[in-house]
């Protein structure tokens, strides 16, 4: 029942013009080459960042909020065994550079975070928003060279990591 009235709720919302009308990217899909901005106000090539090896974008709705913190702190008290792996991980929020530079510093968080402020980053990856908050909050993407190898439509929060971890151990 939660979810039809989720689902309506969207379509309502995109009815009304509140919603975004992206193309959601699945597995398989090219992985957008981007170009955004972090914490600390540098510009920040996606592609260069997928060169590099497996990349983690994950997507949150607002910096130092609740879930947001934990799901951002389960990555960080991973991040030993997860960097192990090569893996880089991005966040990304609406957020400005300046919010996700508290944040980070607040949290110790040791990756990149996106300041997404006009939504492009969302948008290429076809995370859909409504006034500006992704829909589904919590999406998150693993992407090997240039393509998406993993995709959760509703990532969790404190065991984000382990979800994470689990989808780099079946790619091997």
Known sequence: ??????????????????????????VGDAAPSIVAVDQN??????????????????????ADTPGCTAQACSLRDSFAPLNAE?????????????????????????????????????????VPSILGMPVSRRQSFLVKGDKIVWKSASAKTGDH??????????LK
């Open 1 to 26: 029942m939660r979810y039809r009235t989720a689902t309506f709720s969207i379509i309502i919302m995109s009815f009304f013009g509140f919603g975004s009308k992206v193309k959601a990217l699945e």
């Open 41 to 62: 106000g540098a510009e920040i090539r996606f592609g260069d960042a997928y060169a590099k090896g497996t990349t983690l974008v994950y997507f949150y709705p607002k």
């Open 86 to 126: 090569s893996l880089q991980i991005l966040g990304v929020s609406r957020d400005s550079s300046e919010s996700q530079k508290k944040f980070e510093q607040k949290y110790k968080l040791p990756f990149t975070l996106i300041a997404d402020k006009d939504g492009k980053v969302a948008e290429a990856f076809g």
């Open 161 to 170: 990591a382990a979800e994470v971890q689990a989808a780099l151990d079946a």
